[in-house]
């Protein structure tokens, strides 16, 4: 097998050995495109002193895209066959790398620790069904990493980076604002994948910031800003009304919080959730 990054023909060779049938179960697409690999790699902005975490990295398009450039690269694969082909393939394709890739096992979700050096980045073609609950458990567990760049759907995308009063605007977006700042770095199209999706993908730069300075805890936080959403249309007062026990109660609260009782959630940014947050948790 050649050197270098995989192409078309080595990514359907490399499935068939393993008689891959890439499934929507496990929003498995796989790059086969080395300009587009090289491209994420770039506006990941990774260097030579990174030790990059990756989800997802199915038969090794990015894992070898990135330790062209990184000090180190840790891979977490669900899939046992892909897990256990992926030293083999970078051995094959980049053999001056193999001693620093690491490869776990593993549902994303379920980790909590990692082998090796704290990752400093994380870049990732993350899994479509799942990439906003995988995203948001990497902030929470792991705060060694300062950057990133994600591939997602590009719906996600824009639910992602859209700020208040957006119509994309909700859940992900403001719980991603609690752990960082995010931006669109670029488009993906449907072709250079292996099956070919029928969305765009979008690329997502995470640059992690600390989060509000609050006296309520994150999961006090997370919890209002569910309320808050799960009825999006509603007015916060009364969206709120089962947190705090009636709707005046939560006006009460709400106002107190320097909040419109009368706004909807779509328009206040995570530090209103915050301040709404502290009140519960000092009327409880």
Excluded at 55 to 66: A, F, Y
Aim: with cysteine; charged share 20%.
């Amino acid at each position: 097998m050649a050197e270098g990054l995989l192409d078309p023909r080595t990514i359907r060779a490399l499935a068939s050995e393993l008689d891959l049938r890439p499934t929507k179960q496990r929003g498995q697409n796989f790059v086969h495109d080395a300009n587009t690999v090289r491209r994420i790699v770039s506006a990941s902005g990774i260097t030579p002193d990174d030790v990059v975490l990756e989800i997802g990295p199915g038969l090794g398009s990015l894992t070898l895209g990135l330790l062209e450039v990184a000090k180190h690269v840790t891979a977490i694969e669900i899939e046992s066959s892909l897990a256990r082909r992926l030293p083999a393939t970078v051995e094959q394709r980049l053999p001056d790398a193999s001693g620093r890739l690491t490869v776990v096992e593993a549902d994303a979700l379920d980790v909590t620790e990692l082998p090796g050096p704290p990752p400093t980045a994380v870049v990732a073609n993350l899994p479509y069904n799942v990439s906003v609950p995988v995203l948001l458990h990497l902030c929470e567990t792991f705060d060694s990493w300062t950057r990133g760049l994600v591939m997602v759907q590009l719906e996600v995308a824009d639910r992602l980076v859209a700020g208040p009063g957006s119509r994309t605007y909700g859940v992900p977006s403001v719980k991603l604002a609690w752990f960082a700042d995010a931006s669109r770095a670029g488009t993906v199209p449907p072709a250079v994948f292996w099956p070919v999706p029928n969305v765009d993908s979008g690329l997502v730069r995470i640059v992690r910031h600390e989060p509000p300075q609050t006296s309520a805890s994150r999961d006090e936080v997370f919890a209002i800003i569910d309320a808050a959403f799960a009825s999006r249309r509603k007015m916060l007062r009364a969206a709120l009304a089962g947190v705090f026990g009636s709707s005046s109660a939560a006006s009460e609260a709400i106002a107190a919080a320097g909040v419109d009782p009368q706004a909807r959630g779509e328009t206040l940014r995570v530090a209103d959730f915050a301040r709404i947050a502290e009140q519960r948790r000092a009327r409880s």
